[in-house]
C-alpha cells in the first residue's frame, strides 16, 4: 500500500546507522522497507525493529527491492557496483561521507545519477549546524571581498562536531584512514560553499603508523595546506588526530573590517581591535542537525517544485575535487589545481562559485 512515504533502503548496518533510520522515520518522510549487512545477525536484528526484510546478499537485496532513497552506509569498495545498479533502477542515493573514495570515482557516480535524473548526494548534517547556517548568511549579504584570509583548524576530541562516516574502514588500524577524507569532508565543503572553490592547494600529509608499508595515499593522519582563492584571499587548514580533545574554533575569516570565528553552536564577529561586535549562540544537538538534513532531502524528493535541495552534487564533486588536489601535491610535493579536476567532470570553466 502506497504510504505517500519515501520507501528507504540501507546498504550496511552498524549502530550509527540504525540511529538514522530513527530520525529519519520520525520525519514522516520515510519507511524503511529492507536493510542489508553482510553480517546477516546484524540485519536481522535491524529489520525486526522496523518489520522489514533483511539480506546479507548485495545482490539480491537490489534486485529484489525497488526504493526511492538507498542509503548507503558501507564504502563503495564493498558495494559499489550495486549502488550503480541502484542508480540504473532510478533510486536516489544518499551517501554516507565520503562521497566515494577518489574523484575519479565520484564523478562516475554522479554523472550515472545525473543520466537517471536522481540525486547522488552525500550525507553532509553540519550544513545544518546554527552557527555554520549563520555563517553563511552572513557571508552573503557582506561584502566577502573584504576578507583576506580564512583558517580552517580540525581536531577530533568530543568537541568536534563529528562527521557520520561510512562504516567499516578496516585501514583505519592499519594506517592511518585518511583524516582528510574521512573526517574533514564536511568543514572541506562548508569552506567551498562559503568561500567558492580555492584556485590552488599546496599540501603537506603524515602518517605515524607503525606499518612503514602503508600507503600515504588516503592513510594520513595529519594534513596541513595553503590554499589560494581569488585574488587577495588566501587561506591554511590544518587536520589532526595528534590534536587532542581541546576545543577548536573549525573556521576563522579574517578581513579588513572585520573577523569572524564560526563553530558548529556560535558565530562571533570582531572588529580589528578584536573587540567583540556581534555574538549569536545556539543549543547545539547533532541529531537536529541530522533530522533537518532528512527532511531537508525528503521533501526536495517528495516535492520538488516547491523545495531545492541544500546540497547539491556538484558540491560534493567540488569538494572531492579539493580533497583530491590535496592529495595529489602531497605525493607530487607541488602545488595543485583543484579546478583542473572540476572542470573535466564538469565541462565548464573555474571557478566552482
Known amino acids: 500500500m502506497d504510504t505517500g512515504k519515501l520507501k528507504?533502503?540501507?546498504?550496511?548496518?552498524?549502530?550509527?546507522?540504525?540511529?538514522?533510520?530513527?530520525?529519519a522515520c520520525s520525519t514522516g518522510l520515510y519507511e524503511i522497507i529492507s536493510v542489508a549487512d553482510s553480517n546477516l545477525a546484524n540485519a536481522t536484528r535491524v529489520s525486526q525493529i522496523y518489520n522489514c526484510t533483511a539480506f546479507d546478499d548485495y545482490r539480491q537485496f537490489i534486485l529484489q527491492n525497488q526504493p526511492d532513497v538507498l542509503i548507503v552506509g558501507e564504502p563503495l569498495n564493498k558495494c559499489g557496483e550495486f549502488v550503480k545498479t541502484a542508480i540504473n533502477k532510478k533510486c536516489n542515493i544518499l551517501k554516507l561521507i565520503p562521497t566515494a573514495p577518489n574523484f575519479e570515482l565520484a564523478s562516475e557516480f554522479i554523472n550515472l545519477a545525473k543520466k537517471n535524473k536522481v540525486k547522488y548526494v552525500t550525507a553532509v548534517p553540519s550544513r545544518f549546524a546554527p552557527g555554520f547556517e549563520r555563517l553563511g548568511d552572513y557571508?552573503?549579504?557582506?561584502?566577502?571581498?573584504?576578507?583576506?584570509?580564512?583558517?580552517?583548524?580540525?581536531?577530533?576530541?568530543?568537541?568536534?562536531?563529528?562527521?557520520?562516516?561510512?562504516?567499516?574502514?578496516?585501514?583505519?588500524?592499519?594506517?592511518?584512514?585518511?583524516?582528510?577524507?574521512?573526517?574533514?569532508?564536511?568543514?572541506?565543503?562548508?569552506?567551498?560553499?562559503?568561500?567558492?572553490?580555492?584556485?590552488?592547494?599546496?599540501?603537506?600529509i603524515t602518517n605515524q603508523s607503525p606499518d612503514k608499508k602503508a600507503k600515504q595515499y588516503f592513510a594520513e593522519d595529519t594534513v596541513t595546506a595553503s590554499m589560494v582563492f581569488r585574488?587577495?584571499?588566501?587561506?591554511?587548514?590544518?587536520?589532526?588526530?595528534?590534536?587532542?580533545?581541546?576545543?577548536?574554533?573549525?573556521?576563522?575569516?579574517?578581513?579588513?573590517?572585520?573577523?569572524?570565528i564560526a563553530t558548529p553552536n556560535r558565530l562571533a564577529v570582531y572588529d580589528g581591535s578584536d573587540n567583540l561586535i556581534a555574538e549569536h549562540k545556539y543549543p547545539l544537538k547533532a541529531e537536529k542537525c541530522i533530522l533537518e538534513m532528512f527532511i531537508d532531502f525528503g521533501r526536495a524528493l517528495l516535492e520538488p517544485d516547491k523545495y531545492k535541495l541544500r546540497n547539491s552534487a556538484r558540491l560534493d564533486l567540488a569538494t572531492m575535487a579539493l580533497i583530491e588536489a590535496a592529495y595529489l601535491?602531497?605525493?607530487?610535493?607541488?602545488?595543485?589545481?583543484?579546478?583542473r579536476f572540476f572542470e573535466i567532470s564538469e565541462k565548464e570553466k573555474f571557478p566552482f562559485v
Open 8 to 23: 528507504t533502503a540501507c546498504l550496511g548496518v552498524n549502530a550509527r546507522t540504525v540511529g538514522l533510520f530513527e530520525l
Open 139 to 204: 557571508l552573503k549579504t557582506d561584502n566577502s571581498k573584504q576578507f583576506y584570509f580564512v583558517n580552517l583548524c580540525a581536531s577530533f576530541g568530543s568537541d568536534f562536531f563529528q562527521p557520520i562516516a561510512s562504516y567499516g574502514q578496516t585501514e583505519e588500524k592499519l594506517s592511518g584512514g585518511g583524516v582528510l577524507l574521512n573526517n574533514c569532508f564536511e568543514l572541506v565543503s562548508l569552506l567551498i560553499e562559503n568561500l567558492s572553490l580555492p584556485q590552488q592547494i599546496y599540501a603537506l
Open 231 to 260: 585574488e587577495g584571499l588566501i587561506g591554511t587548514f590544518l587536520a589532526a588526530r595528534q590534536t587532542g580533545n581541546g576545543s577548536v574554533a573549525p573556521l576563522r575569516v579574517y578581513g579588513s573590517q572585520q573577523n569572524i
Open 329 to 339: 601535491s602531497a605525493k607530487t610535493g607541488m602545488p595543485e589545481l583543484p579546478g
